[in-house]
């Protein structure tokens, strides 16, 4: 599969209504992340909803941004416009959403998608009155926020995501029949992933059943917590993978033994092969993702038969370490920089707990025990390096609200080095002078500044 689109600019015209001045974005592609800088109110946070909302096609979130026009292009030279026809503030109109898709090797399309409004106030009784509480939170008139997700979507978009849940006779698909060339194109841009740094908890469903009925309880547990058992998760599926391999190469092994017929190597390229392979199970073991290790005899007192044997059995250790390989960078670039951020706590990760913090005096910590920014701080870098997929674009929304003044002044330089690791890229939103360094002045797009 080929890899998705990346997008090259970024066009909003008058986006808080007639009259506001335009957004106009390029994406720093090269440098694989975009600033946006610029006071309150300039923008910043529309733009990323506005991203968000069009590419996971949710209509319902798109139009409260009282946009005029959108113009969005991709790397490949592809175009996307779509103009709003509709009465600006009347939440009860409906509105049009004339668009104009060109993608090079096809002909220009063209087109008009109206999108329902009145029916919203209806469906918000509606939800108001039957939605569990453990869902969603209404906060104002078409705005909820999502308990299980840590947003806040629209009324459409919590019909979207559970109606089957609690209403039986609401067709939502049928009202919002997109254009397949729209859809296409937009499955073809880069998956988007919203961070959003005010997120301490997260609610987590249990169930516990009795012998009269099966109950639902539900608890809040810090987000911390909740991201440590998935990275345990993630460890022990490596963990997992390299016992199995283990496991076949070991069975398999004699036979192999006997069916070799290389040419045994030199001295020389062994011990090679041997001290690399010994420093990758030094790192295993540092970062916390490898209990066991192998002996290494003496490569200069083995015989040339000896030589060929010791080959295949490192070639072999080789192939099992290699089940670390896809979380290694990322674990040993996290816990560096944690390290380097709760000095002197030491943060360590390993099978069976996940994160693990202790003190200066080697005292044991609970994650829960970590002030709020210390734990907004393993948040982000967590999600950053292990949630975000690759070729993802990542938003996020003013990263300092989560950051001491000392975390923000290297916290973009980070943000860098994670794109290259992990083939990602970043749109930021700030008012924040400390997060820009003067290396990295380039990525930053000024918004509601004259040109």
Known sequence: MSAPLRLKRLTIRTPFGPGSATIDIPFRLEERVTVLFGRNGSGKTITLDLLSALRDGRYGDLIRIPFGEIVLETDDGGTLRLHRRGADGDEEAAVELKYSLSVPGHE?????????????????????????????????????????????????????????????DFDFAREWAEPESIRDFRQSLPAITYIRTDRLFVDRESEERNERAQAQQKRTMLMVEHLSEKLAAVIRESDRKYRQLSTELDASLPKRLFDAVEEPPTIGDLQAQSLALRETESRLRKIGLLKDSAAHPDETKLSEEQRGTFHVILRDREQKLAAFAQIADKAERLLESLNRKLHPKTVSINVDS???????????????????GEQHEMVLLHELLFEAAPNTMVLIDE???????????????????????SSLDFVLATHSPYIVPESLVAVMVRLGEAP
Request: hydrophobic share 40%; charged share 25%; glycine share 6%.
């Open 354 to 372: 996940g994160y693990k913090v202790r003190t200066a005096d080697a005292r044991d910590l609970r994650l829960d025990q970590l002030s709020s």
């Open 399 to 421: 990263p300092e609200l989560s950051l001491h003044v000392t975390w923000q002044q290297d916290f973009l330089e980070e943000v860098a080095a994670i794109a290259r690791l």
């Open 108 to 168: 220009m399309v063209n087109g008009s998608l109206e999108l329902p409004g009145g029916r919203e106030l209806a469906i918000e009784q509606l939800l108001a009155s039957q939605v569990p509480l453990g869902l969603v939170q209404r906060l104002k008139s078409g705005r909820w926020r999502d308990r299980i997700r840590g947003d806040t979507p629209s009324t459409i978009e919590v019909v979207r995501r559970y109606a089957t849940r609690f209403i039986s």
